[in-house]
Protein backbone atom coordinates (compact mmCIF):
# COMPACT_ATOMS: atom_id res chain seq x y z
CA UNK A 1 0.00 0.00 0.00
CA UNK A 2 1.13 3.41 -0.89
CA UNK A 3 0.69 6.24 1.12
CA UNK A 4 1.01 9.94 0.42
CA UNK A 5 3.40 11.58 2.52
CA UNK A 6 1.24 14.18 3.92
CA UNK A 7 -1.44 12.15 4.44
CA UNK A 8 0.62 10.52 6.90
CA UNK A 9 1.34 14.24 8.52
CA UNK A 10 -1.66 14.59 8.58
CA UNK A 11 -2.37 11.46 10.77
CA UNK A 12 0.02 12.35 13.03
CA UNK A 13 -2.42 11.82 16.44
CA UNK A 14 -4.22 8.73 14.90
CA UNK A 15 -3.86 5.72 17.13
CA UNK A 16 -1.76 3.12 14.74
CA UNK A 17 -0.18 1.10 16.43
CA UNK A 18 -1.08 -0.95 19.27
CA UNK A 19 -4.38 -2.31 20.82
CA UNK A 20 -5.98 -0.96 23.21
CA UNK A 21 -6.64 -2.05 27.01
CA UNK A 22 -10.19 -2.48 28.94
CA UNK A 23 -10.37 1.27 29.35
CA UNK A 24 -10.07 1.91 25.95
CA UNK A 25 -6.43 3.36 26.26
CA UNK A 26 -3.75 2.69 23.66
CA UNK A 27 -1.45 -0.29 24.28
CA UNK A 28 2.15 0.06 22.55
CA UNK A 29 3.12 -3.43 21.22
CA UNK A 30 6.64 -2.15 19.89
CA UNK A 31 9.81 -3.72 21.97
CA UNK A 32 11.16 -1.30 24.40
CA UNK A 33 14.75 -0.81 24.48
CA UNK A 34 16.76 -2.59 27.31
CA UNK A 35 18.59 -0.85 29.74
CA UNK A 36 22.15 -2.36 28.85
CA UNK A 37 21.74 -1.14 25.39
CA UNK A 38 20.78 1.91 26.82
CA UNK A 39 23.17 2.30 29.60
CA UNK A 40 26.57 1.24 27.10
CA UNK A 41 24.93 4.40 25.17
CA UNK A 42 24.57 7.07 27.55
CA UNK A 43 28.23 6.40 28.60
CA UNK A 44 29.50 6.56 25.01
CA UNK A 45 27.70 9.19 24.25
CA UNK A 46 29.31 11.41 28.16
CA UNK A 47 32.45 10.59 27.42
CA UNK A 48 32.01 11.46 24.03
CA UNK A 49 30.39 15.39 24.71
CA UNK A 50 32.50 15.82 28.38
CA UNK A 51 35.50 15.26 26.42
CA UNK A 52 34.53 17.32 23.60
CA UNK A 53 33.28 20.69 26.13
CA UNK A 54 36.02 20.40 28.52
CA UNK A 55 38.51 20.89 25.23
CA UNK A 56 36.26 23.41 23.74
CA UNK A 57 36.38 25.78 26.49
CA UNK A 58 39.59 24.22 27.81
CA UNK A 59 41.43 25.87 24.54
CA UNK A 60 39.82 29.20 25.06
CA UNK A 61 41.50 29.54 28.57
CA UNK A 62 44.82 27.90 27.26
CA UNK A 63 45.14 30.66 24.45
CA UNK A 64 44.03 33.18 26.80
CA UNK A 65 46.72 32.76 28.75
CA UNK A 66 49.61 31.86 25.78
CA UNK A 67 48.06 35.27 24.14
CA UNK A 68 47.19 37.88 26.67
CA UNK A 69 45.93 41.03 26.26
CA UNK A 70 44.88 39.77 22.45
CA UNK A 71 42.03 38.29 20.62
CA UNK A 72 43.52 37.76 17.49
CA UNK A 73 44.70 34.37 18.21
CA UNK A 74 40.91 33.38 19.23
CA UNK A 75 39.41 35.01 16.73
CA UNK A 76 41.85 32.90 14.05
CA UNK A 77 41.02 29.83 15.96
CA UNK A 78 37.49 29.56 16.18
CA UNK A 79 36.81 31.16 12.38
CA UNK A 80 38.96 28.21 10.90
CA UNK A 81 37.04 25.94 13.58
CA UNK A 82 33.92 27.15 12.72
CA UNK A 83 34.56 27.69 8.53
CA UNK A 84 35.87 23.94 8.34
CA UNK A 85 32.19 22.59 9.73
CA UNK A 86 30.49 24.68 7.38
CA UNK A 87 32.53 24.03 4.04
CA UNK A 88 33.57 20.03 5.36
CA UNK A 89 30.10 18.76 6.91
CA UNK A 90 27.92 18.04 3.80
CA UNK A 91 31.40 15.37 2.78
CA UNK A 92 31.34 14.30 6.23
CA UNK A 93 27.39 13.97 5.65
CA UNK A 94 27.40 11.27 2.64
CA UNK A 95 30.51 9.48 4.50
CA UNK A 96 28.26 8.83 7.22
CA UNK A 97 25.79 8.07 4.77
CA UNK A 98 27.88 5.26 2.85
CA UNK A 99 29.86 4.30 4.77
CA UNK A 100 29.54 0.90 7.88
CA UNK A 101 27.88 2.59 10.94
CA UNK A 102 30.28 1.15 13.77
CA UNK A 103 33.70 2.05 11.57
CA UNK A 104 32.42 5.81 10.71
CA UNK A 105 31.41 6.03 14.71
CA UNK A 106 35.01 4.43 16.10
CA UNK A 107 36.88 6.31 13.76
CA UNK A 108 35.05 9.75 14.80
CA UNK A 109 36.35 8.48 18.25
CA UNK A 110 39.91 7.67 17.32
CA UNK A 111 40.00 11.01 15.37
CA UNK A 112 38.62 12.96 17.74
CA UNK A 113 40.97 11.66 20.66
CA UNK A 114 44.02 12.05 18.62
CA UNK A 115 43.57 15.63 17.84
CA UNK A 116 42.72 16.55 20.84
CA UNK A 117 45.73 14.90 22.31
CA UNK A 118 47.44 16.68 19.91
CA UNK A 119 46.37 19.32 20.79
CA UNK A 120 47.03 19.34 24.39
CA UNK A 121 51.17 18.81 23.83
CA UNK A 122 51.17 21.89 21.77
CA UNK A 123 48.93 23.59 24.36
CA UNK A 124 51.60 22.52 27.19
CA UNK A 125 54.81 23.30 24.84
CA UNK A 126 53.18 26.91 24.34
CA UNK A 127 52.16 27.73 28.18
CA UNK A 128 55.59 25.89 29.57
CA UNK A 129 57.37 29.26 27.83
CA UNK A 130 59.83 26.78 26.31
CA UNK A 131 59.50 28.74 22.73
CA UNK A 132 61.00 31.78 21.91
CA UNK A 133 60.96 32.25 18.50
CA UNK A 134 58.28 34.81 17.19
CA UNK A 135 57.72 32.85 14.42
CA UNK A 136 57.81 29.61 16.03
CA UNK A 137 54.63 30.87 18.08
CA UNK A 138 52.36 31.43 15.69
CA UNK A 139 53.35 28.16 13.25
CA UNK A 140 51.99 26.90 16.54
CA UNK A 141 49.05 28.58 16.38
CA UNK A 142 48.16 27.20 12.64
CA UNK A 143 49.15 23.77 13.87
CA UNK A 144 46.20 24.03 16.70
CA UNK A 145 43.79 25.69 14.24
CA UNK A 146 44.23 22.62 11.80
CA UNK A 147 43.98 20.39 14.83
CA UNK A 148 41.09 21.95 15.79
CA UNK A 149 39.17 21.48 12.70
CA UNK A 150 39.94 17.88 12.58
CA UNK A 151 38.38 18.04 16.24
CA UNK A 152 35.19 20.00 15.00
CA UNK A 153 34.87 17.28 11.49
CA UNK A 154 34.87 14.30 13.76
CA UNK A 155 33.11 15.94 16.73
CA UNK A 156 29.66 16.43 14.34
CA UNK A 157 30.40 12.75 12.72
CA UNK A 158 29.94 11.17 16.19
CA UNK A 159 27.15 13.44 17.04
CA UNK A 160 25.47 13.01 13.30
CA UNK A 161 26.02 9.15 13.28
CA UNK A 162 25.06 8.82 17.10
CA UNK A 163 22.17 11.10 17.79
CA UNK A 164 20.16 11.62 13.94
CA UNK A 165 21.41 7.67 13.26
CA UNK A 166 21.83 5.42 15.55
CA UNK A 167 19.04 6.79 18.29
CA UNK A 168 16.41 6.23 15.31
CA UNK A 169 17.02 2.41 14.89
CA UNK A 170 17.94 2.04 18.44
CA UNK A 171 14.27 2.92 18.60
CA UNK A 172 12.58 0.40 16.34
CA UNK A 173 9.91 2.97 15.65
CA UNK A 174 8.79 3.21 19.54
CA UNK A 175 7.69 6.69 19.51
CA UNK A 176 8.29 6.35 23.14
CA UNK A 177 11.40 4.83 23.17
CA UNK A 178 12.71 7.88 20.76
CA UNK A 179 11.33 10.37 22.59
CA UNK A 180 12.96 9.19 26.08
CA UNK A 181 16.45 8.26 24.16
CA UNK A 182 16.33 12.22 22.67
CA UNK A 183 15.58 13.66 26.06
CA UNK A 184 18.34 11.87 28.11
CA UNK A 185 20.56 12.36 25.45
CA UNK A 186 20.02 16.27 25.52
CA UNK A 187 20.26 16.21 29.68
CA UNK A 188 23.48 14.70 28.87
CA UNK A 189 24.50 17.23 26.48
CA UNK A 190 23.39 20.14 29.03
CA UNK A 191 24.88 18.18 32.04
CA UNK A 192 28.64 18.47 29.99
CA UNK A 193 27.54 21.86 28.96
CA UNK A 194 27.43 22.90 32.49
CA UNK A 195 29.97 20.67 34.29
CA UNK A 196 32.84 20.54 31.25
CA UNK A 197 33.48 23.97 31.72
CA UNK A 198 33.11 24.49 35.26
CA UNK A 199 35.68 21.41 35.97
CA UNK A 200 37.99 22.87 34.07
CA UNK A 201 38.01 26.18 34.77
CA UNK A 202 38.66 25.28 38.29
CA UNK A 203 42.02 23.56 38.04
CA UNK A 204 43.47 26.52 34.97
CA UNK A 205 42.86 29.01 37.69
CA UNK A 206 45.19 26.91 39.67
CA UNK A 207 47.66 26.09 36.89
CA UNK A 208 47.46 26.54 32.83
CA UNK A 209 49.73 23.87 32.38
CA UNK A 210 47.98 21.21 34.96
CA UNK A 211 44.46 21.80 33.40
CA UNK A 212 46.41 21.14 29.97
CA UNK A 213 47.61 17.98 31.75
CA UNK A 214 44.01 16.73 33.23
CA UNK A 215 42.74 17.46 29.76
CA UNK A 216 44.94 15.05 27.96
CA UNK A 217 45.03 12.33 30.51
CA UNK A 218 41.00 12.17 30.92
CA UNK A 219 40.86 11.97 26.71
CA UNK A 220 43.12 9.37 26.05
CA UNK A 221 41.86 7.60 29.05
CA UNK A 222 38.23 7.54 28.04
CA UNK A 223 39.19 6.45 24.57
CA UNK A 224 38.91 2.90 25.21
CA UNK A 225 35.61 2.67 27.40
CA UNK A 226 33.77 4.81 24.62
CA UNK A 227 35.26 2.52 21.60
CA UNK A 228 34.34 -0.71 23.44
CA UNK A 229 31.05 0.82 24.76
CA UNK A 230 29.85 1.75 21.04
CA UNK A 231 30.75 -1.64 19.39
CA UNK A 232 28.93 -3.56 22.26
CA UNK A 233 25.62 -1.54 21.32
CA UNK A 234 26.12 -2.26 17.80
CA UNK A 235 26.11 -6.03 18.37
CA UNK A 236 23.30 -5.80 20.68
CA UNK A 237 21.21 -4.25 18.25
CA UNK A 238 21.10 -6.57 15.08
CA UNK A 239 19.01 -3.91 12.98
CA UNK A 240 22.88 -1.08 13.49
CA UNK A 241 24.49 -3.40 11.46
CA UNK A 242 21.49 -3.91 8.56
CA UNK A 243 22.81 -1.75 5.65
CA UNK A 244 21.75 1.94 4.61
CA UNK A 245 21.56 1.71 1.29
CA UNK A 246 19.96 -1.38 -0.71
CA UNK A 247 21.89 -2.61 -3.79
CA UNK A 248 20.62 -0.35 -6.03
CA UNK A 249 21.07 2.81 -4.19
CA UNK A 250 24.49 1.50 -3.69
CA UNK A 251 25.09 1.10 -7.52
CA UNK A 252 23.71 4.52 -7.57
CA UNK A 253 26.22 5.41 -5.24
CA UNK A 254 29.00 4.29 -6.78
CA UNK A 255 28.02 5.20 -10.28
CA UNK A 256 27.80 9.14 -9.16
CA UNK A 257 31.12 8.89 -7.06
CA UNK A 258 32.68 7.82 -10.60
CA UNK A 259 31.00 10.13 -12.69
CA UNK A 260 32.33 12.63 -9.82
CA UNK A 261 36.44 11.70 -10.51
CA UNK A 262 35.86 13.22 -13.91
CA UNK A 263 35.64 16.66 -12.46
CA UNK A 264 38.61 17.65 -10.10
CA UNK A 265 39.43 19.94 -7.89
CA UNK A 266 36.91 22.98 -6.47
CA UNK A 267 34.58 22.25 -9.34
CA UNK A 268 33.72 19.28 -8.08
CA UNK A 269 33.23 19.54 -4.52
CA UNK A 270 31.05 22.58 -5.32
CA UNK A 271 28.73 20.58 -7.59
CA UNK A 272 28.80 17.76 -5.05
CA UNK A 273 27.94 20.39 -1.93
CA UNK A 274 25.34 22.03 -4.72
CA UNK A 275 23.55 18.69 -4.77
CA UNK A 276 23.24 18.14 -1.38
CA UNK A 277 22.14 21.36 -0.47
CA UNK A 278 19.52 21.35 -2.93
CA UNK A 279 18.15 17.77 -1.52
CA UNK A 280 18.32 19.74 1.75
CA UNK A 281 16.34 22.73 1.03
CA UNK A 282 13.89 20.77 -1.12
CA UNK A 283 13.48 18.12 1.46
CA UNK A 284 9.84 18.06 3.34
CA UNK A 285 11.73 18.44 6.75
CA UNK A 286 13.52 21.32 5.60
CA UNK A 287 11.95 23.91 7.35
CA UNK A 288 12.14 22.60 10.91
CA UNK A 289 15.22 21.76 10.07
CA UNK A 290 15.97 24.92 8.82
CA UNK A 291 14.30 26.91 11.80
CA UNK A 292 16.04 25.23 14.47
CA UNK A 293 19.23 26.06 12.85
CA UNK A 294 18.14 29.71 12.13
CA UNK A 295 18.01 29.45 16.41
CA UNK A 296 21.90 29.73 16.79
CA UNK A 297 22.02 33.29 15.50
CA UNK A 298 21.79 34.30 19.05
CA UNK A 299 23.89 36.50 21.70
CA UNK A 300 21.52 35.46 24.22
CA UNK A 301 22.97 32.20 26.12
CA UNK A 302 25.65 33.45 28.63
CA UNK A 303 28.16 32.57 26.19
CA UNK A 304 31.45 35.30 26.17
CA UNK A 305 30.11 37.95 24.66
CA UNK A 306 26.67 37.87 26.79
CA UNK A 307 29.19 37.84 29.84
CA UNK A 308 31.17 40.67 28.74
CA UNK A 309 28.47 42.49 28.63
CA UNK A 310 26.99 41.38 32.36
CA UNK A 311 30.71 42.03 33.97
CA UNK A 312 30.52 45.48 31.84
CA UNK A 313 27.25 46.19 33.67
CA UNK A 314 27.78 45.73 36.96
CA UNK A 315 27.85 42.24 37.80
CA UNK A 316 30.29 40.60 39.04
CA UNK A 317 31.21 37.20 38.30
CA UNK A 318 29.70 35.27 41.50
CA UNK A 319 26.01 36.53 39.58
CA UNK A 320 26.83 35.88 36.47
CA UNK A 321 28.06 32.31 37.26
CA UNK A 322 24.67 31.56 39.17
CA UNK A 323 22.83 33.07 36.36
CA UNK A 324 24.39 30.62 33.30
CA UNK A 325 23.74 27.74 36.16
CA UNK A 326 20.05 28.93 36.46
CA UNK A 327 19.80 29.01 32.72
CA UNK A 328 21.37 25.53 32.48
CA UNK A 329 18.72 24.18 34.79
CA UNK A 330 15.78 25.50 32.89
CA UNK A 331 17.32 23.81 29.83
CA UNK A 332 17.76 20.32 31.54
CA UNK A 333 13.45 20.56 33.11
CA UNK A 334 12.79 21.30 29.78
CA UNK A 335 14.10 17.73 28.63
CA UNK A 336 11.20 16.81 30.59
CA UNK A 337 8.71 19.47 29.94
CA UNK A 338 9.11 18.68 26.15
CA UNK A 339 8.46 15.12 26.15
CA UNK A 340 5.22 15.35 28.35
CA UNK A 341 4.33 18.11 25.82
CA UNK A 342 4.23 15.89 22.91
CA UNK A 343 3.23 12.79 23.99
CA UNK A 344 -0.25 15.22 24.83
CA UNK A 345 -0.29 16.85 21.80
CA UNK A 346 2.34 15.37 19.16
CA UNK A 347 5.35 17.06 18.25
CA UNK A 348 4.31 19.70 15.35
CA UNK A 349 1.73 21.60 17.72
CA UNK A 350 4.48 21.23 21.14
CA UNK A 351 6.76 23.16 18.61
CA UNK A 352 5.23 25.72 17.57
CA UNK A 353 4.14 25.93 21.70
CA UNK A 354 7.70 26.19 22.23
CA UNK A 355 9.06 28.41 19.77
CA UNK A 356 6.47 30.70 20.29
CA UNK A 357 7.39 30.43 24.23
CA UNK A 358 11.16 31.50 23.18
CA UNK A 359 9.95 34.52 21.26
CA UNK A 360 7.14 36.31 23.92
CA UNK A 361 10.29 35.59 26.23
CA UNK A 362 13.06 36.98 24.39
CA UNK A 363 10.79 39.93 23.04
CA UNK A 364 9.59 40.84 27.06
CA UNK A 365 13.24 40.61 27.88
CA UNK A 366 14.68 43.12 24.81
CA UNK A 367 11.20 45.52 25.33
CA UNK A 368 12.82 45.94 29.05
CA UNK A 369 16.75 46.00 28.12
CA UNK A 370 15.80 48.86 25.48
CA UNK A 371 13.61 50.73 27.91
CA UNK A 372 15.15 50.70 31.27
CA UNK A 373 17.62 53.38 32.03
CA UNK A 374 19.31 51.55 34.73
CA UNK A 375 21.83 49.84 33.34
CA UNK A 376 21.63 46.68 36.13
CA UNK A 377 18.05 46.70 35.40
CA UNK A 378 18.18 46.28 31.62
CA UNK A 379 20.66 43.97 32.12
CA UNK A 380 18.65 42.31 34.20
CA UNK A 381 15.80 42.03 32.35
CA UNK A 382 17.85 40.41 29.87
CA UNK A 383 18.92 38.00 32.12
CA UNK A 384 15.65 36.96 33.24
CA UNK A 385 13.89 36.62 30.18
CA UNK A 386 16.90 34.86 28.55
CA UNK A 387 16.84 32.02 31.51
CA UNK A 388 12.71 31.63 30.82
CA UNK A 389 13.48 31.05 26.79
CA UNK A 390 15.68 28.52 27.52
CA UNK A 391 12.80 26.76 28.25
CA UNK A 392 11.23 26.96 24.78
CA UNK A 393 14.33 26.42 22.99
CA UNK A 394 15.30 23.54 23.97
CA UNK A 395 11.91 22.25 24.09
CA UNK A 396 11.97 23.29 20.28
CA UNK A 397 14.73 21.72 19.73
CA UNK A 398 13.52 18.14 21.08
CA UNK A 399 10.37 18.61 18.83
CA UNK A 400 12.28 19.18 15.50
CA UNK A 401 14.57 16.50 16.09
CA UNK A 402 11.91 14.27 16.50
CA UNK A 403 10.38 15.55 13.10
CA UNK A 404 13.72 15.67 11.33
CA UNK A 405 14.02 11.62 12.76
CA UNK A 406 11.41 9.67 11.22
CA UNK A 407 8.69 8.53 14.17
CA UNK A 408 6.78 12.05 13.66
CA UNK A 409 4.59 9.08 12.49
CA UNK A 410 4.81 5.80 12.62
CA UNK A 411 4.67 4.26 9.47
CA UNK A 412 6.39 7.34 7.36
CA UNK A 413 10.32 8.35 7.83
CA UNK A 414 10.86 11.56 6.85
CA UNK A 415 14.51 11.23 6.60
CA UNK A 416 15.35 8.36 5.05
CA UNK A 417 18.26 6.04 6.14
CA UNK A 418 20.10 6.39 3.18
CA UNK A 419 19.97 10.26 3.66
CA UNK A 420 19.98 10.98 6.93
CA UNK A 421 23.49 11.83 7.51
CA UNK A 422 23.89 14.52 4.57
CA UNK A 423 20.95 16.00 5.81
CA UNK A 424 22.09 16.34 9.69
CA UNK A 425 25.49 17.27 8.70
CA UNK A 426 24.29 20.20 6.24
CA UNK A 427 21.61 21.18 9.04
CA UNK A 428 25.16 21.10 11.21
CA UNK A 429 26.73 23.24 8.34
CA UNK A 430 23.54 25.56 8.79
CA UNK A 431 23.74 25.95 12.74
CA UNK A 432 27.45 26.95 12.53
CA UNK A 433 26.80 29.32 9.27
CA UNK A 434 24.77 30.99 11.79
CA UNK A 435 26.65 31.62 14.99
CA UNK A 436 29.29 32.81 12.76
CA UNK A 437 26.84 35.41 11.81
CA UNK A 438 26.29 36.10 15.23
CA UNK A 439 29.84 36.60 16.29
CA UNK A 440 30.09 38.66 13.72
CA UNK A 441 27.61 40.84 15.31
CA UNK A 442 29.90 41.44 17.88
CA UNK A 443 32.72 41.80 15.76
CA UNK A 444 30.63 45.37 14.26
CA UNK A 445 28.97 46.22 17.31
CA UNK A 446 31.89 45.46 19.72
CA UNK A 447 31.11 47.69 22.26
CA UNK A 448 29.06 47.11 25.50
CA UNK A 449 26.70 49.88 24.54
CA UNK A 450 26.46 48.99 21.31
CA UNK A 451 25.10 45.35 22.93
CA UNK A 452 21.66 46.52 21.92
CA UNK A 453 22.29 45.71 18.15
CA UNK A 454 23.23 42.28 18.80
CA UNK A 455 20.11 41.84 20.65
CA UNK A 456 18.32 42.94 18.30
CA UNK A 457 19.25 40.87 15.67
CA UNK A 458 18.97 37.36 18.16
CA UNK A 459 15.37 38.57 18.36
CA UNK A 460 14.57 38.89 14.90
CA UNK A 461 16.43 35.54 14.35
CA UNK A 462 14.26 34.08 16.42
CA UNK A 463 10.87 35.67 14.98
CA UNK A 464 11.97 34.28 11.83
CA UNK A 465 12.23 30.92 12.79
CA UNK A 466 8.67 31.11 14.08
CA UNK A 467 7.61 32.26 11.12
CA UNK A 468 9.26 29.40 9.51
CA UNK A 469 8.21 26.91 11.47
CA UNK A 470 4.27 28.20 11.27
CA UNK A 471 4.24 27.92 7.89
CA UNK A 472 5.46 24.54 7.74
CA UNK A 473 2.40 23.51 10.68
CA UNK A 474 0.32 25.37 8.27
CA UNK A 475 1.22 23.15 5.07
CA UNK A 476 1.10 19.84 7.26
CA UNK A 477 -1.83 20.36 9.54
CA UNK A 478 -4.00 22.96 7.24
CA UNK A 479 -4.51 24.96 10.23
CA UNK A 480 -3.11 26.56 13.29
CA UNK A 481 -5.71 26.31 16.12
CA UNK A 482 -8.49 23.76 16.80
CA UNK A 483 -11.93 25.84 16.40
CA UNK A 484 -15.46 25.43 16.41
CA UNK A 485 -15.65 26.12 12.60
CA UNK A 486 -13.71 22.58 12.13
CA UNK A 487 -16.87 20.88 13.21
CA UNK A 488 -20.27 20.62 10.84
CA UNK A 489 -22.61 21.21 13.65
CA UNK A 490 -26.01 20.27 11.42
CA UNK A 491 -24.54 16.98 10.83
CA UNK A 492 -22.08 16.33 13.43
CA UNK A 493 -19.84 15.26 11.51
CA UNK A 494 -15.65 16.43 11.74
CA UNK A 495 -14.45 18.68 8.70
CA UNK A 496 -11.48 17.99 7.74
CA UNK A 497 -9.48 21.65 7.51
CA UNK A 498 -6.97 22.06 4.79
CA UNK A 499 -6.43 21.35 0.98
CA UNK A 500 -4.98 18.01 1.72
CA UNK A 501 -8.56 16.82 2.97
CA UNK A 502 -9.13 14.38 -0.04
CA UNK A 503 -6.00 12.50 0.87
CA UNK A 504 -6.24 12.57 4.14
CA UNK A 505 -9.48 10.38 3.61
CA UNK A 506 -8.30 8.33 1.08
CA UNK A 507 -5.37 7.46 3.63
CA UNK A 508 -7.60 6.75 6.10
CA UNK A 509 -9.48 4.26 3.68
CA UNK A 510 -6.38 2.43 2.96
CA UNK A 511 -5.31 2.00 5.93
CA UNK A 512 -8.77 0.49 7.24
CA UNK A 513 -8.43 -1.75 4.02
CA UNK A 514 -5.11 -2.61 4.95
CA UNK A 515 -6.43 -3.92 8.56
CA UNK A 516 -9.36 -5.90 7.00
CA UNK A 517 -6.93 -7.42 4.80
CA UNK A 518 -4.72 -8.38 7.74
CA UNK A 519 -6.93 -9.76 9.79
Not at 12 to 37: K, M, R
Not at 125 to 145: N, P
Not at 200 to 216: P, R, W, Y
Not at 336 to 355: D, E, F, H, N, Y
Request: glycine share 6%; aromatic share 12%; proline share 3%.
Amino acid sequence: MTRSPSTARELEEAPLLGGTDDNGSQTSTLPEVSFGIKQRLYVSHFLSTWNSRVFEFGAVLYLAAVFPNTLLPMSVYAFTRGAAAILLSPAVGRYIDMGNRLQVVRLSIVLQRLAVAASCVTFWFLASGWHRSRGLTWGLLAVLALLACIEKLTSVTNLVSVEKDWVVVIAKKNETALRELNAQMRRIDLICKLGGPFFISMIAGISTEIAIIVNFGMNVASIVVEYFAIARVYKIVPTLQDPKQQAGDRRASAEQAQSMTKWSGIKGAFLGYARDMSKYCHHRAFLPSFSGAILYFTVLNFAGRMVTYLLASGYNSFHVGAARTLSVVFEIAATWTAPLSMSKVGPIRAGIWSVNLQLFCLAGAAGLFWGAQDPIIAATGLVVGTILSRVGLRGFDLCAQIIVQELTCFWYQEVEAESRGSFSALEASWQNFFEMCSYSSTIIFFRPEQFQWPVLMSCIAVFMAAVLYTYFVRSRRGHLLHVSACIDRKNNKRRLPGPESERLLQGRSELSASVEAAV
